[in-house]
T-cell receptor, first 112, second 112 residues
């Protein structure tokens, strides 16, 4: 069974800091990996999608990398802002399946 | 999110009553999913559909049924609601090309 782990569960940083959120998975036979953001009481917003043949994706201040051999993905947030405060979820689709499997998320707080 | 809507947004119901949640998409995506989100458990797959009248169970399907009579609509039914089904329910869609997921805004269901 594919398991997705996100560490830490919560993170608090001062505004302006660069930070890295981690996601690890047990099965390297993945089809793609997707990072989402969830604000309190809201739905999930897709941030970045990395196909299995790719190693990274970038969008603005966000950069996500994928290393299948080590079973890891990282989400890098540059120059963090209070508006980045949210829960960040990592999820992946395993090869041969169309189902998304989620980690439990990292709750990020960026303090002004 | 654009292209996917859930109804109702909030519902309070009594134990033992049937409840139906609706997911509607305008993207013509093949795959549709129902997830529930609970503290400590994250997002878990209830049921999914890979085409009209084609559905399958996820990891927490007991007590739930689904139907998909049209490409755009995916219904989740709780035949006899229980307090353990109090949760936030999310619908999602994806397509074969990249399996990138798009989520709805969620339905908050309370069973009293």
């Amino acid at each position: 069974k594919q398991e997705v782990t996100q560490i830490p569960a919560a993170l608090s940083v001062p505004e302006g800091e660069n930070l890295v959120l981690n996601c690890s998975f047990t099965d390297s036979a993945i089809y793609n990996l997707q990072w989402f953001r969830q604000d309190p009481g809201k739905g999930l917003t897709s941030l970045l999608l990395i196909q299995s043949s790719q190693r990274e994706q970038t969008s603005g201040r966000l950069n996500a990398s994928l290393d299948k051999s080590s079973g890891r993905s990282t989400l890098y947030i540059a120059a963090s802002q209070p508006g980045d405060s949210a829960t960040y979820l990592c999820a992946l689709v395993r090869g041969g399946s169309e189902k998304l499997v989620f980690g439990k998320g990292t709750k990020l707080t960026v303090n002004p | 999110d654009a292209g996917i809507t859930q109804s109702p947004r909030h519902k309070v119901t009594e134990t033992g009553t049937p409840v139906t949640l609706r997911c509607h998409q305008t993207e013509n995506h093949r795959y549709m999913y129902w997830y529930r989100q609970d503290p400590g458990h994250g997002l878990r797959l209830i049921h999914y559909s890979y085409g009209v009248k084609d559905t399958d169970k996820g990891e927490v399907s007991d007590g739930y049924s689904v139907s998909r009579s049209k490409t755009e609509d995916f219904l989740l039914t709780l035949e006899s609601a229980t307090s353990s089904q109090t949760s936030v329910y999310f619908c999602a869609i994806s397509e074969l090309e990249d399996y990138g997921y798009t989520f709805g805004s969620g339905t908050r269901l309370t069973v009293v």
